[in-house]
Structure formats: C-alpha cells, structure tokens
C-alpha cells in the first residue's frame, strides 16, 4: 500500500508518479500540478470542510510539485505549506512495517512466527507477522479474511523493540527520522514531557529541534455545518506506538517515499512481499 494519509485538519499527500500510478502525464509535467488538478483539490477541499491541505508529488526520485492549501491556523490566517507539520495518524503504520521488514531482513524476525514467540500476547490465537501486517484473519484458516484492528497492530512496536532492544520511537528516530533528514518529524507529540525527556533518548539538540516543529504543528478544527471551522483541542495521541504518534510534513514524507522506491529502507524483494494482496 503506497503512503497515503489524512492528518487532523488537512491531508498530507505523497504520490508516487515514478512507480506508475501518473504515467498518463508527461514525465515534466506531473498531473497534480496542471491548474485543472490544483483547482479539483482546492474545491474538495472546501467541499470537504478541510481547513488546510498539504500535497507533494515524488517522480522518478525527485519532488516535482508541492503546495500548501488553505490555511494550518484559520484564526491567525497562516496559510498552509509544504512545510506545515501534521499529526499524521495512520501512516505511522507504514513506519512500523518497514522496521518490522528490515528485522526480518536482518533474520531477528520471521513474518510467519506467531507474535507469541516475540513477548506479545493476543486473545486470538497463532497470530503471526504476516497476519498482522496484512490485516487478516488466524487460523482457520490462516488469512481467510480481513481483520483490520489497530490495538493488534499497535503490539508490533513492542515487536520491533524485541529486535532492536530500545524503546520503539528512539528506533523510528534512529532508523527512519534523522537516517533520512525528515527534519520537521517528530517521533510522538509527549517527546518533550519530562517523563519521557527523562528516559534520556534524545539529545539536547534533537529536543530542541522537537520543539520547534511542535509550535507550529497544524491548529485541529472540527466542522460545524458543512462550512464553519471550530478550533478543537489538539488529538490526545500522547506517545508513539506502530498505529500512531507520527508528527510529520509531506516534505518530509517525500523523503521516506523516495527511500522506500529506492531500496535504500527495504529490499525489492520485501517491497514485493509487502506490495502483495
């Protein structure tokens, strides 16, 4: 499943033109940024009562258009950027599958050994890697159907800190964040709390560069109506596990979606495994 999320008040977008999915352009002239295309999202995104968006298209291993949409502040007017920072929600999964790729890769993890074996316990019985990354079902029989469950899916950070033995956002910063200069992310939105800063993770300059992106994260608004925008309080995600906790901007995930296309986070052949229905 290629990057695709929706943040709090906007959405972040990572499109991956350079694996086929906008071969109907010309490679100098991607489909987003024609003025046709620029105009259907701003009008979705008024249509959806979306305060701000940002989009950013990856092609053949470079950014080839972002725009910010809207604004990230409807009450201070500040417009939205490529460099907007968003609570990213569900795509923090895809970091938490990627780790769990490169154990396996490394021979710390098989995808078909229950989680079990791996310190995590489960009502449902015999659930393996496989199963939990595919979003389907245990035996009987093995992945005979669809089992989306985020708390099961949150157990693969304790997975990963089974395979690499440190709390799971220090490997998501180690491994992913700093290793690819996703510079304005920020491994959970608690990381400056003084229990967490007491664990000792991150250095000074990290926890100052957190902080930064975290004061100008996106305002949440919530809808009233189909067309009034109401500050809400800011999403209690506290921490980070493998469904959530990822504070990011699509500049940045433009960085991961290039990292992942060019198999410099994973081997073909897991991209292959994992890309398979």
């Known amino acids: 499943m290629r990057p695709f999320a929706a943040a709090i008040v906007a959405a972040a977008l990572v499109a991956a033109a350079g694996s086929g999915h906008l071969h109907a352009q010309p490679p100098t002239q991607p489909l987003l940024a024609t003025p046709p295309m620029e105009h259907y ?62 154990c396996v890769e490394q021979r710390r993890l098989a995808l078909d050994t229950p989680l079990a074996s791996y310190g995590v316990s489960l009502p449902e019985e015999g659930v393996t890697l496989r199963h939990v990354l595919s979003h389907s079902s245990a035996p009987p029989p ?27 956002r220090k490997t998501v910063a180690h491994r992913v964040l700093e290793r690819l200069a ?22 000074a300059a990290a926890l100052d560069r957190y902080a930064r992106v975290l004061a100008r994260v996106a305002t949440p608004y919530r809808m009233e109506g189909r067309t009034r925008a109401v500050q809400a309080d800011r999403p209690d995600v506290g921490g980070m596990d493998a469904t959530t906790g990822l504070i990011t901007t699509v500049r940045d995930l433009a960085q991961f979606e290039r990292a992942l296309d060019s198999s410099l986070l994973l081997l073909d052949d897991s991209k292959a495994e994992a890309w398979t229905p």
């Open 182 to 203: 996703m510079m304005d992310s920020v491994p959970g939105a608690d990381v400056l709390d003084p229990e967490v800063a007491a664990q000792g993770l991150f250095e």
């Open 41 to 102: 999202l701003e009008a979705l995104r008024q249509q959806a009562g979306i305060p701000g968006l940002s989009a950013a298209v990856v092609q053949d291993g470079e950014v080839v258009w972002e725009r910010g949409f809207g604004f990230e502040d409807v009450d201070g007017r500040v417009r939205a950027t490529p460099d907007t920072p968003y609570h990213a929600g569900g795509l923090s999964q895809t970091l938490a599958a990627v780790l769990v790729l490169q």
């Open 142 to 168: 093995a992945g005979s159907a669809y089992r989306f469950s985020p708390e099961r899916y949150a157990q693969l950070a304790t997975v990963v800190e089974w395979c690499a033995p440190q709390p799971y």
